[in-house]
């Protein structure tokens, strides 16, 4: 098994092996891209780095963008926020919205008939029975975009600690070493994921109030 060695305590990153990597330890010196090391880039995943690590340097050396991740498939919005991938999340999780608006409108829809609280709009009812045509485009458009993030996601990850890293190593203002304050901003976060979660429900309350309102 690959290991990935504190420089000076000479313990494995994470006390855990880094997966295999052709039998061999992965220098902690080495660098990836841009001046930073695969030290650097630990310090900053900090959680999962049996799995990153390895990857992070086959990017490096064989420029391959291509590594299949399974939650990036199946959760792409949840695991780019999990990873503090603001910016991608956004992005993706207003994607995901877009091309399920005739769920959303079905579910509101129904909530209407359901409570009685009159007539469902014409526009939301054409938003929750599209034609054949355009279902299918948008469950092609939803398969393709999880297919992208799943095909992309660790690299855009690996892109991410880059940016990360080398905006830290930048700032020579902080009293504390650079290892510590990657440590202290990487990692993973489970809130936002359950705001999303939540998000979701208190979304389409939201709206099915606010149209009850002009019923």
């Known amino acids: 098994n690959a290991q990935v060695f504190h420089s000076e305590s000479g313990t494995p990153f994470g006390a ?24 650097e880039a630990a310090a900053y995943v900090k959680t999962s780095q049996t799995y990153y690590l390895p990857k992070f340097v086959a990017f490096s050396e064989t420029k391959n963008k291509l590594s299949f991740s399974l939650a990036g498939f199946f959760f792409p919005s949840l695991y780019f926020f999990y990873r503090k991938m603001w910016t991608t ?9 877009l091309l399920n608006l005739h769920l959303f409108a079905g579910v509101i829809s129904a909530y209407i008939t ?21 279902y299918l485009t ?3 458009l939803l398969l393709a975009l999880c297919i992208v993030c799943g095909l992309f996601a660790n690299y855009w990850y690996y892109r ?11 700032d ?3 009293p ?5 304050r990657l440590q202290s901003k990487g990692g ?28």
Do not use: C, W
């Open 188 to 215: 993973a976060t489970v809130a936002p994921v359950i705001i999303i979660m939540f998000g979701f429900s208190f979304l389409l309350s939201t709206l099915t109030l606010v149209l009850s309102q002009f019923l």
């Open 16 to 39: 855990s092996p880094f997966g295999q990597r052709a039998g061999a330890v992965i220098d902690p010196h080495k660098e990836l891209e841009d001046g930073v090391t695969v030290e």
């Open 89 to 97: 999340g956004v992005l993706v999780y207003l994607g995901y919205l």
């Open 172 to 174: 020579t203002t902080s």
């Open 176 to 180: 504390f070493p650079v290892v510590t």
């Open 114 to 134: 359901e409570m009685q609280l009159g007539a469902v709009p014409a526009f939301l009812e054409k938003l929750a029975n599209p034609s054949q045509a355009v």
């Open 138 to 140: 948008m469950s092609l």
């Open 160 to 170: 991410h600690v880059l940016r990360a890293v080398k905006k830290e190593k930048m």
